[in-house]
Nanobody, 115 residues
């Protein structure tokens, strides 16, 4: 059974930083598009950032210049470095692995930005 396990969430003050990790198992990680999405209370899940197998990245306008997505194929792990965090970044962050055939989600990790 495919597993995506997120970690690294928590409570941080505005302007602070966090790094999220997502460890994948039981997939050929290197061939999957990997992404981070988030869902705030009362809102729809939205794309934060994606990275292709060739390491082409894409970001939501709201996080450009503040967040960086990266992947380590040797560790089957995708990361999201989040800097200059704002209260509006508060959400549950989900890891996604997608291909033409499959699409998998992690359980999510809570990020709360508050003073």
């Amino acid at each position: 059974q495919v597993q995506l396990v997120e970690s690294g969430g928590g409570l941080v003050q505005p302007g602070g930083s966090l790094r999220l990790s997502c460890a994948a198992s039981r997939i050929i990680f290197s061939i999957y598009n990997m992404g981070w999405y988030r869902q705030a209370p009362g809102k729809q899940r939205e794309l934060v950032a994606t990275i292709t197998p060739g390491r082409i990245t894409n970001y939501a306008d709201s996080v450009k210049g503040r967040f960086t997505i990266s992947r380590d194929n040797a560790r089957n792990t995708v990361y999201l470095q989040m800097n200059s965090l704002k209260p509006e970044d508060t959400a549950v962050y989900f890891c996604n692995a997608g291909s033409l055939r499959d699409n998998y989600w992690g359980q999510g990790t809570q990020v709360t930005v508050s003073s």
